[in-house]
């Protein structure tokens, strides 16, 4: 892992979801070492209220802490795993592995437990107590975002690249013929593309 991790700034979030996103802070995920976007809690902090699952308030009231739960990164890591796994088995539509499905639950019923149901205007809907802006406040969004993703969305649109690198993120695919193969043509598509014609012209030569 780099000891110079790269600007927020310099991070692509190219899921479609949040949940997805959260899953490819994972940069080149089959390839050793990994690098880990979220490598420290105000880092999670800090890519969270990038990401949209903190707002301004929400991550001023976050930022009071002085100390960080002992099993902040932890939890992070765990959820994120897990998602992976539960993503790439409703893609290629096996059932998700146990242990992933029981820590969505865990943290969907967090979720829900920190929300309410309440009229907006005319609308009813579902908001987060005003005691629910704490830390792991992103993580149930993206729990409860996740689960909206599975239950929601074909399985043939979730996808993982095709790059035989090790990229590893996933996306949603949202072009009319399901087409779409790479996280992006930039960093994967090209590059693989590449990879294949110099391959094809060896073997031909
Ligand atoms: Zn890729």
């Not at 890519?47 to 930022?63: F, I, K, Q």
Request: with cysteine; net charge positive.
């Amino acid at each position: 892992m780099s000891l110079h991790p790269r600007q927020l700034s310099e991070i692509s979030r190219i899921g479609g979801r949040p949940s997805l996103d959260f899953v490819n802070t994972i940069h080149e995920r089959h390839v050793q070492p990994l690098e880990d976007y979220l490598c420290g809690d105000q880092r999670y902090v800090e890519w969270a209220m990038t990401a949209g699952l903190l707002d301004r308030s929400e991550a001023l009231r976050v930022g009071e802490l002085k100390v960080f739960p002992a099993n902040l990164m932890s939890e992070v890591r765990h959820l994120r795993h897990g998602l992976y796994e539960i993503f790439k088995a409703r893609a290629l539509g096996y059932a998700a592995d146990t242990a992933a499905i029981d820590v969505l639950d865990r943290w969907v019923q967090r979720g829900w437990r920190a929300s309410q149901v309440v009229n907006v205007g005319s609308q009813i809907q579902l908001v987060w107590r005003a005691d629910a802006v704490d830390i792991w406040l992103p993580l149930k969004r993206i729990a409860l975002d996740a689960l909206e993703v599975v239950r929601s969305i074909p399985r043939e649109r979730i996808k993982e690249c095709a790059s035989t690198s090790g990229c590893g993120w996933l996306f949603l695919d949202d072009t009319k013929n399901n087409s779409r193969r790479w996280c992006s043509m930039d960093t994967c598509g090209t590059p693989e593309k590449m990879r294949r014609y110099r391959g094809s012209s060896k073997a031909g030569s």
